[in-house]
């Protein structure tokens, strides 16, 4: 990250220091963390589990999946009847999970998004809202 400009030249194209949220979200790009959690089969197949056990919930729905990884979690809800899902990520993982998207067929279905929640709807022209979670308003 380049630093912001400032009146002192010599201040110019300094580099700023990575915060801990750099590393957070930077540690989320890298595909093992994430090979981790899809091994864990117990955790995996609850998931699954519980999104096609509960279809009629998602069935014709819109879902917003927030930090959504590989992107699992927005298949299983594709594969529940999900009318469109949204899945949102703000790190590099993104570029794996729109290949993982298409190589299973759910790219008509799942549209994978580069970015914060709060910036994405903004970027996109319009503000992204849940007006229900699992078909129960929030």
Do not use: W
Request: glycine share 8%; hydrophobic share 40%; with cysteine.
């Amino acid at each position: 990250r380049v630093a912001p400009p400032t009146n002192d030249d010599d201040d110019l194209g300094k580099l700023e220091k990575p915060t801990s949220k750099d590393y957070y979200v930077d540690s989320y790009s890298h595909f093992a963390i994430h090979e981790e959690m899809l091994k864990d089969r117990a955790r995996t197949l609850s998931y699954r589990k519980a999104i096609l056990g509960s279809a009629e919930l998602f069935r014709g729905k819109v879902v917003l999946d927030v930090g959504c990884g590989t992107g699992i979690l927005s298949m299983f809800a594709a594969q529940a009847g999900a009318r469109k899902v949204i899945a949102v990520d703000c790190s590099d993982i993104v570029d794996q999970t729109r290949m993982i998207v298409e190589a299973n067929d759910f790219g008509d279905i799942v549209e994978v998004v580069k970015g914060k929640i709060e910036e994405v709807g903004k970027k996109r022209g319009r503000a992204i809202q849940s007006s229900s979670v699992a078909g129960r308003p929030v």
